[in-house]
């Protein structure tokens, strides 16, 4: 396996020093510095991490990962942190592939996942287009990460793989089939789609989180 | 439902947006990370920014303009030209581009294809292919259309699928910059050939092109540049438009 660069998070923090409380987890997957930007749009201030203590005093948590499954899930033991997540007491929000990583298992490179969530993640079949790309409804939602947004609002989502809906989806998106789009189980949610990248709606749902 | 994309494409040479006709007359547009922001907000579903020099001048990145735009665009965006390693993507990726776009280079080295995929996923791997007809037959170019290849297009598109490609811009250069509408029929068979999504490019001229590429092209995606750029087709308008004519679109 290939050595994984970290990012010291002072260096990669151009405003420099956390008031706000929020970290991503810095483990090589995924477009970190997006997720950086939006919650800077939103008036917050989040490091990027990989440190343990850090990531236990955040007060809230962002699990990002974009790529394939069983090579960011190496990445992630690799850090131990695939120990440390389970364990979090505060808000923590898996994003696309991280959200995917805390389920029970991923068809993707046959990877076990963090078991947080009680769901198998498996890949969509052949009848649409794969991988979903763009721009899709969410709906049936029912979570405050979704206050003050509609019902069939638009998210943006590129994903091969999804959540088949279970009793912790908190939201639903149909391509081919009805799918689960978001996941919550008590102090962890995760979102299929982008958030930092579904404009103004995607930014509302950051903030909605930022303020759990 | 998964709706259809509209993709501006912000070409970009020496840190401007231009967009050549034909790949040759160049004209300044402005200022990319303004005209993003603005792009966003009036509704483009992705952004693609082509440093249309970079393949000739073999430079390789755009990773302060990426850093910029992603610092102020909300949406998603694609970076190609001059992209021809792992390295060179992964400097892109971690600096907030979504996707990147490699054309040459994976003509030159297909099995960059599936490296790229295999670090990072197909869903930030485009493949861009450049064609035209030639005796009937659409055969790849290189180098912005300049430089044919034996490459034929239907056998490039479905070999990058294989190799891990998760989106393919097709731009056809008998159309580009014409304004006389997509490449539909290449573009229909491109969609039945291959199970990845297909951004239509080279051709739009006016809101019923759009209309025609999704219907009769069969595309997922539709890029353009010139005719935002110079405010021929607001997106907004074109958005309503694909709307009455009962395509799914982001409003």
Known sequence: ?212 | MLTKRIIPCLDIKNGRTVKGVNFVDLRDAGDPVELAEIYANEGADELVFLDITATEQKRKTLVELVIHVAEKVNIPFTVGGGISSVEDVEILLNSGADKVSINSSAVKNPQLINDLAAKFGSQCVVVAIDAKQIDGEWMVHLVGGKVPTDIKLFEWAKEVEQRGAGEILFTSMDHDGTKNGFANQALAYLSELVNIPIIASGGAGNMQHFTDTFIEGKADAALAASVFHFKEIEIIDLKNELKRNNLPVRL
């Open chain 1, 1 to 212: 396996m290939e050595e994984i660069k970290f990012n010291k998070s002072k260096e990669v923090s151009p405003l420099g020093g956390l008031k706000g409380g929020v970290v991503i987890i810095n483990y090589g997957a995924g477009n970190i510095q997006s997720i950086k930007f939006a919650i800077q749009r939103l008036g917050f201030e989040a490091v990027l991490s990989h440190d343990e203590e850090e990531i236990r005093n955040a007060d809230k948590v962002i699990f990002p990962g974009v790529g394939e499954a069983s090579s960011a899930m190496e990445m992630l033991k690799s850090t131990g942190l695939d120990k440390v997540i389970p364990t979090l007491k505060q808000p923590v929000l898996g994003i696309c592939l991280g959200m995917q990583l805390m389920c029970k298992y991923c068809e993707e490179g046959d990877t076990k996942g963090l078991n947080i969530f009680d769901v198998d993640v498996v890949k969509f079949d052949d009848r649409e287009k794969v991988p979903q790309i763009g721009w899709n409804q969410i709906e049936n939602l029912k979570s405050d990460l979704f206050k003050g947004i509609n019902e069939k609002e638009y998210m943006y989502l590129v994903h091969s793989f999804y959540v088949p809906i279970n009793e912790e989806a908190i939201a639903t998106t149909t391509y081919g089939i009805k799918y689960a789009s978001a996941l919550q189980e008590k102090n962890f949610y995760g979102v299929q789609f982008h958030p930092e990248k579904s404009s103004k709606a995607g930014a509302q749902i950051l903030k909605n989180f930022l303020e759990l």
